[in-house]
């Protein structure tokens, strides 16, 4: 199915967001080049749909991945002609244009120059302060984008996407119980969400995991299940990390029936859990999830290994209804069906 262009192309392939940003000359060309920024024009008109404007947003999107900078910035000027220059959607959208465009580090620091300025005027300009962190992150400067991130939850505390990047980038620094803290809140914060970005704020950021509720369990298991592979782990620790990513992945596989990247997860889990011989512990007063015993454990990891092969044996057929898992997860998942067949034959 061809990716629309109403939905925010934050996890497009490059495929498919070449196959978009082809779209940019005919939607430019079949709407007017120039819109009045007066609502009672627009009212009267009634040539204004807000789609439209929704359409330009992605499309700068996509242009500016493709290196279609001419079509971005057409798509930008009928913003700005529309909302005008101090529209703050219109200011992140212009400096993200510019980001893309640098051609140094010298012009980067310019840009957050241009951010630091209008944040001066404005503290609460959100969309600004969100591209502000992005650009951090992307120079290299993650400290400094983790602070930030922390500021902005200080004024904006219930803002899951922000939540989500944090935990990213404490992923990245090797922060395991941060990270896992921050991906906690956005539990909080969004338990039936059908995913974590708005498409009203997917710019702002770098992209983000657009998560359903099966993702955010799967992506909490991942990073208990890192967090008690990490060199120096406690052994109590660890057990309680694999605990937790058992009950993680087993929620995100609840939810999903056929979510791959649960299976997977529970895969890898059970499989370090049997080969590690860990035992399982006895049950708390505090009521603190533990792990099951082994033979509850070999059923899960047989669960897992069965449901892995049926997804990749239809995938590979392309069957109907089995369409739509990526590439790279269906080798991940057979690579490591394939780990456990040779394991078998030593």
Not at 68 to 73: G, N, S
Not at 248 to 264: A, K, P, V
Request: charged share 20%.
């Amino acid at each position: 199915m061809a990716p629309s262009i109403l939905h925010p192309p934050v996890q497009l392939s490059p495929a498919a967001a070449l196959a978009l940003s082809q779209q940019a000359p005919a939607i430019l060309r079949s709407s007017p080049s120039t819109v009045s920024s007066s609502p009672l024009n627009t009212l009267l008109s009634g040539s204004e749909k807000p789609e439209q404007w929704l359409q330009y947003e992605n499309l700068i999107l996509s242009c500016l991945r493709t290196g279609d900078d001419q079509a971005a910035h057409a798509c930008l000027r009928r913003l700005v002609a529309r909302f005008g220059n101090d529209n703050e959607r219109v200011q992140a959208l212009r400096g993200l244009v510019k980001e893309a465009e640098a051609p140094d580090n010298g012009a980067l620091e310019n840009v957050l120059k241009e951010y630091n300025q209008i944040l001066g005027e404005n503290d609460a300009n959100i969309p600004i302060a969100k591209r502000r962190i992005a650009l951090l992150r992307s120079m290299g400067r993650l400290s400094d984008a983790a602070s930030a991130l922390v500021q902005l939850l200080d004024f904006s505390p219930t803002d899951a996407e922000a939540w989500s990047e944090l935990s990213d980038i404490y992923l990245s620094q090797g922060l395991y119980p941060q990270a896992i803290y921050a991906i906690e809140e956005v539990l909080v914060l969004a338990p039936n969400a059908w995913n974590v970005c708005s498409p009203t704020i997917a710019p702002d950021l770098s992209p983000m995991l657009m998560q359903r509720p099966s993702q955010i369990h799967a992506r909490l298991g991942e990073l208990q299940y890192m967090a008690a592979s990490a060199p120096g782990a406690a052994n109590g620790s660890s057990q309680k990390y694999l605990a937790e990513a058992i009950k993680r992945f087993s929620r995100s596989i609840e939810l999903c029936d056929d979510y791959l990247r649960g299976y997977y997860g529970l895969k890898l889990v059970s499989k370090k859990l049997l080969n590690d011989g860990v035992k399982a512990a006895k049950q708390t007063d505090d009521s603190e999830f533990v792990l099951p015993d082994t033979h509850t454990i070999e059923r899960l990891n047989e669960l897992a290994t069965a449901k892995l092969s049926e997804i990749v044996r239809h995938s590979a057929a392309n069957d109907r209804g089995w369409r739509g898992y990526s590439e790279a997860e269906i080798a991940a998942a057979r690579e490591l069906l394939a780990d456990d067949a040779s394991a078998i034959k030593r």
